[in-house]
């Protein structure tokens, strides 16, 4: 028993493992925290938790697959005597129980899509999803065009030097994104349930101004004579030329302000640099270094969380899923996760990942997500 248990250990640290060995893996992981044996400390578990799933993840991106990671926070020590000694007795027990967790979901939700609604000056609204493609419209000389693969591209026609005081928006639904360039050659990327209206040219105006409802990723175009603006409730970002995100989302306490590359500079009096994140809570500004990247989980695919609460992690699903998020009890600790998923896997995959690591139950009921603790 103890040698079929080293040697699954070893595929898994190797990266060389199959998903019925993760999972193997990660029972065996989970036990430690609902063991009180003395041995490892949390740290160097926590260390050897992290190595093993990041080797997975390496060896996946090396194939050309999806990776999906889950680091699992171990709350107790144990040792590795432990692991081998309770190893196929464990997963004989555990596999079971997991097995029936996830057979719960009678139905299940799959992930968003590329969909939104552009609508022109004029006030004609397009829905913009993967059935059309071509150009759209010409507006103050600048002509709109959607691409087979998704994207709405604004680029300078007749001239370019019409008016500008005419506007357009697009707006993402619930299970939806989508990524528009403008004009001036800026990307942005529409994370679910957002808006942003912006000039339909760009010409003549001194300054590059948007406005935002939601999420949205920028890479602003160099412009030195003509700044270009964020405005979002309560605050303006103002750049140059640069990368980062914005979280403004009506339903959130706070906005989160991150950046990548660059500077900007937020209600003309803070600067923030590359790496950090601003959070902008009742009229006062907080600023944190953070890893970017997790900023960014959305826009590159991912959920990813770190130490992030329940509340806040089933916010992004009901956004991305496009459900309702019902909770039967409310736990009087609301627990934290660390982990990432795919955001183009199914809603229960997410479900799961939950489940695994907390005493957090979910059932799906049509468009609902009933939440249980125990």
């Known amino acids: ?14 990266g060389t493992s199959n998903q019925e060995e993760e999972t193997i893996a990660k029972l065996w992981l989970h036990q430690l925290h ?23 993840v390496q060896h996946r991106k090396e194939q050309g697959q999806k990776s999906r990671r889950l680091w699992i926070s171990l709350a107790a ?30 139905n299940d939700i799959p992930a968003g899509s590329n969909k939104a609604y552009l609508t022109l000056a004029s006030g ?29 591209i604004y680029t300078i026609a007749d001239g370019g030097k019409k008016s500008s005081d005419q506007y357009n928006s697009i707006e993402t639904p619930r299970g939806g994104q989508y990524e528009l360039h403008l004009p001036d050659g800026t990307k942005v990327w529409l994370n679910s349930a957002s808006s942003l209206k912006y000039p339909a040219s760009f010409y003549a105006l001194k300054a590059r101004s948007v406005e935002l409802i939601g999420e949205a990723y920028f890479e602003v175009a160099k412009d030195k004579g003509h700044p270009f603006i964020v405005k979002s409730k309560g605050q303006e970002v103002e750049v140059l030329g640069t990368h980062f995100d914005v979280n403004a989302y009506p339903d959130e306490q706070a906005i989160k302000t991150t950046l990548l590359e660059g500077s900007v500079k937020l209600n003309k009096q803070l600067i923030l640099r590359p790496g950090e994140q601003s ?15 997790d900023a960014v989980d959305w826009k590159n695919g991912e959920f990813v969380f770190s130490n992030e609460t329940l509340t806040s992690i089933l916010k992004k699903v009901a956004r991305w899923y496009d459900v309702e998020i019902v909770y039967a009890n ?6 934290t996760f660390t982990g990432s998923v795919s955001r183009f896997e199914n809603v229960s995959s997410v ?11 979910f059932s799906i009921e049509g468009k609902q997500i009933r939440v249980l603790t125990r």
């Open 1 to 14: 028993m103890k040698k079929d248990v080293k040697k699954v250990l070893d595929k898994v640290s190797l």
């Open 34 to 56: 609902q063991n009180d044996e003395a041995g490892l400390s949390e740290g160097e578990l926590n260390e050897l938790s992290d190595q093993m799933w990041l080797q997975v």
């Open 77 to 106: 020590a144990a040792s590795v005597t432990l692991i081998l000694g309770l190893g196929l007795y464990f997963y004989q027990n555990r596999a079971a129980d997991l097995s029936k967790a996830v057979q719960a979901y009678t």
């Open 124 to 152: 004609k609204k397009i829905l913009l999803n993967g059935s059309t493609h071509g150009t759209l419209a010409v507006e103050s000389g600048v002509k709109i065009t959607k691409t087979a693969d998704g994207q709405l």
């Open 279 to 293: 959070v902008l809570m009742a009229g006062k500004f907080d600023v944190k270094e953070v890893n970017v990247n």
């Open 330 to 335: 409310m736990p009087v600790q609301v627990p």
């Open 351 to 361: 479900l799961n990942m939950l489940e695994e690591t907390s005493n957090v139950r």
